[in-house]
């Protein structure tokens, strides 16, 4: 196996690279938001919405062929 082959193989032959990247860091925040509010009682301001639409906006430009 290669070092720089992708974790996800059967990923990778329906999307590239980026889009896999994009894909991650999602999913991680999406994970990690809900635990930090409930679990560690952490507030939402404003700008942590507005800087979780900027990830938003990057899955919209990477999908958009």
Known sequence: M???????????EHMNLAQLKIMQEVITLAVFVPFAVFYRGQEIRMNYLYAGLCPMGAVYFIFKA
């Open 2 to 12: 290669s070092a720089s082959m992708p974790a996800n193989r059967i990923g990778f």
